[in-house]
């Protein structure tokens, strides 16, 4: 079982507001991703990083920003949040090695009204 | 093109068999995986399977991977009714992992 956790799981919030979705992972694992997943089920790279003070951008292009000052917390922020920001957004986490599989969180639901 | 390409939806009775299907795009990716996605929650890993391996069989589960034609499939025995969920094939590309779009599989009793 991984041990990997996204907080808050479900988050209803208004147009402007600055937004900060948090991810923690207990399994030592340098490498950290998050996805934003569509309605329609596509999962979309936004951001991941190596380690410690890497941090580079996906294949989807995001308003959003991350940092990764600590190994185990992958935090991803929106400082102005829009409608369009609507979506379910995945964190994962995977060991050294460019084989090693990817574990999810249980992801967070973002409405933005 | 450069997308991993799954069927959007198979719908089976329950204790039939269920495989889904996925074409790659790379072929030098070394490991290719099966996720499944049930309702409100994230990705699961189901199984992987090693490039040079043709077949990998665990439980219920049995994945084939046909490399010269860069296909590759899933196969649930008896499938039950939990087995209902969204299921993700990916190939490791660039050190990330690219997904297909899902396979929404739907058992009925």
């Known amino acids: 079982e991984a041990d990997i956790y996204q907080t808050p799981r479900y988050l209803v919030i208004g147009t402007g507001k600055k937004i900060t979705l948090e991810c923690s992972q207990t399994m030592g694992h340098d490498k950290m991703y998050w996805y934003q997943q569509d309605p329609g089920m596509e999962l979309h790279l936004i951001h991941y990083s190596y380690g410690v003070n890497s941090t580079e951008k996906g294949d989807l292009s995001s308003e959003s920003t991350v940092s990764r000052i600590r190994t185990e917390h992958f935090p991803l922020t929106l400082e102005s949040a829009r409608p369009s920001h609507t979506s379910q957004y995945l964190c994962a986490s995977s060991g050294t090695g460019s084989n090693q599989p990817q574990h999810f969180g249980d992801g967070t639901r973002l409405s933005i009204l | 093109g450069e997308d991993v390409e799954q069927s959007l939806f198979l719908s089976v009775r329950e204790g039939d068999s269920s495989v889904i299907n996925c074409t790659y795009t790379?072929?030098?990716?070394?490991?290719l995986y099966w996720y499944k996605q049930e309702p409100g929650a994230g990705l699961q890993l189901l199984t992987y399977?090693?490039?040079?391996?043709d077949m990998k069989q665990d439980q219920r589960l049995t994945v084939l991977l046909n490399k010269k034609d860069k296909h590759l499939s899933l196969r649930i025995a008896d499938t039950q009714t939990g087995d209902s969920a969204i299921y993700f094939c990916?190939?490791?590309?660039?050190?990330?992992?690219?997904f297909g779009k899902g396979t929404m599989l739907l058992v009925s009793p």
């Open positions: 790379d072929s030098s990716s070394t490991y």
């Open positions: 990916a190939e490791n590309r660039y050190s990330t992992l690219t």
């Open positions: 399977i090693f490039s040079n391996m």
